[in-house]
């Protein structure tokens, strides 16, 4: 009875709310993940990306305008990585906030000596526990310019993360998952790269990956979303991980 309620709700708020058809080429022009899938996944994306814009405030700031076309876009970019885990994903949160370009948000943190340090650091994009994403759009419209790299499935995937605590590269698996494999494969790859990287090796990877094992899952998420076969040819494991995960093979 419940799921019949919930298809329901679904097909009215499609109904109401449709993507108009120009909005939609539009993203599937300019998202590469989603282009790339066939016709019935992409239907299944559109629903998506409808409930999300329907569920989460997108909201820009500091003199932003975003079209329709563009929130369709960011939308259909947030909408990859849970287009077989479903919108109850993306449960907790409830905005997107947009800044025209890289932001600098002001940190603070005391060292051991109790000096308290400012910290000034630009970033592209960043997802808070039970709060917002927030996301540069010059960033979001830079997508696909730089191989394997998508802010916006990077910060859905420390939100996936956060779906059971603290981001810390261990989402919630499926029922079924070998968590013992997962913790394996994700943790020699981190110690491989490690070693790799301090050696002056170039990574197949975005080194930011190393920053700790949360970010390590996003890089991870964003290559295995927009240049499938890299993760494949050059971490096999964790693109096994990665696709049970997802329940999706992007190849």
């Not at 919108?87 to 600098?104: L, T």
């Amino acid at each position: 009875m419940f799921d019949a309620i919930k298809r329901w709700r679904i097909r009215r708020i499609v109904a109401r709310h449709p993507i108009a058809e120009p909005l939609w080429r539009h993203a599937l022009q300019h998202c590469g993940p989603a282009r790339r899938l066939g016709a019935s996944d992409q239907a299944t994306l559109r629903v998506l990306a409808t409930l999300f814009l329907q569920r989460k405030a997108i909201e820009p700031v500091k003199g932003l305008h975003l079209t329709g076309a563009d929130r369709v876009l960011l939308a259909t970019h947030a909408c990859v990585p849970i287009l077989k885990l479903g919108i109850e994903w993306f449960d907790g949160w409830r905005s997107v906030i947009v800044y025209p370009d890289a932001f600098i948000p002001r940190r603070e943190h005391t060292d051991a000596a109790g000096v308290v340090h400012q910290t000034h650091t630009a970033l592209a994009g960043e997802a808070w526990g039970r709060g917002p994403v927030i996301l540069s759009w010059a960033d979001v419209l830079n997508i696909g310019e730089q191989p394997g790299h998508n802010v916006v499935i990077h910060e859905m995937a420390h939100k996936l993360d956060m779906q059971n605590g603290d981001a810390n590269g261990f989402p919630p698996l499926p029922r079924r998952a070998d968590r013992r494999a997962w913790t394996e494969a994700f943790s020699d790859a981190w110690h491989r790269l490690q070693h790799a990287h301090q050696n002056g090796a170039e990574l197949p990877i975005d080194p930011y990956a190393l920053e700790s094992p949360a970010e390590f899952f996003s890089v991870v998420s964003e290559v295995f979303f927009e240049t499938p076969a890299t993760l494949q040819q050059h971490l096999p494991d964790i693109y096994r991980q990665l696709a049970h995960f997802y329940r999706q093979h992007p190849l």
